[in-house]
């Protein structure tokens, strides 16, 4: 049983802080990795693909990679009251649907 | 990014009827769509996975005869709730996934429509 798991939250940082977000999966087989993000009421919207251990970076977004510790993070710096939503985990592997994690709810404090 | 359409937006019907939600791939070609469904304050839960010109496959527990998904086209996938109860009350969202060059052909990456939002009275 393939499993991603979040931390629910609620995860509180003031405006222009860093805000991390970390996720962890269970197989290992698992090749792409991705970070949505979900407003209250809406779909989600895919902020950041990675596939290789490491950074990358993207604007203010950073994605974060660590397949031998099966472990993917989000930082978003300088973060604003707009990024304030849930973030959902995905990983895929091969030709498969994605798994979601259940999403970390994060709010930005003006 | 990519755009993917849904049509309705909302709904709202009486038990006993049948619903039909569109789902659209505008700027690229999608080779695979998935249905989604997310209750109130939970995560997003696969429905089925459907290829175009054939057969879906639906997720252990959806009911195929319940859920009618029909991808005719490259560009269009269909969700038809037969029968809606008010348990069906749902959103309903699709994703499609396939070549998208303004993107730099990235194959794996999924794009979501802006989902349906179902109530049956």
């Known amino acids: 049983q393939k499993e991603v798991e979040q931390n629910s939250g609620p995860l509180s940082v003031p405006e222009g802080a860093i805000a991390s977000l970390n996720c962890t999966y269970s197989?290992?087989?698992?090749?792409?990795f991705f970070w949505y993000r979900q407003y209250s009421g809406k779909s989600p919207e895919l902020i950041m693909s990675?596939?290789?251990?490491g950074d990358k970076e993207d604007g203010r977004f950073t994605a974060q990679l660590n397949k031998a510790s099966q472990y993917v993070s989000l930082l978003i710096r300088d973060s604003q009251p707009s990024d304030s939503a849930t973030y959902l985990c995905?990983?895929?592997?091969?030709?498969?649907?994605?798994?979601f994690g259940t999403g970390t709810r994060l709010t930005v404090i003006p | 990014g990519a755009v993917v359409s849904q049509h309705p937006s909302w709904v709202i019907c009486k038990s006993g009827t049948s619903v039909k939600i569109e789902c659209r791939s505008l700027d690229f070609q999608a080779t695979t769509m998935f249905w989604y469904r997310q209750f109130p304050k939970q995560s997003l839960m696969l429905m089925a996975t459907s290829n175009e010109g054939s057969k879906a496959t639906y997720e252990q527990g959806v009911e195929k005869d319940k859920f009618l998904i029909n991808h005719a086209s490259l560009t269009l996938s269909t969700l038809t709730v037969t029968s809606a109860h008010p348990e069906d009350s749902s959103f309903y969202i699709c994703?499609?996934?396939?070549?998208?060059?303004?993107?730099?052909?990235?194959?794996?990456?999924?794009?979501f429509g802006p989902g349906t939002r179902l109530t049956v009275l």
């Open positions: 994703s499609a996934r396939g070549l998208t060059p303004q993107r730099g052909s990235s194959y794996n990456e999924q794009f």
């Open positions: 197989d290992r087989g698992s090749q792409s």
């Open positions: 990675i596939y290789s251990n």
């Open positions: 995905a990983t895929e592997e091969g030709a498969n649907n994605l798994f």
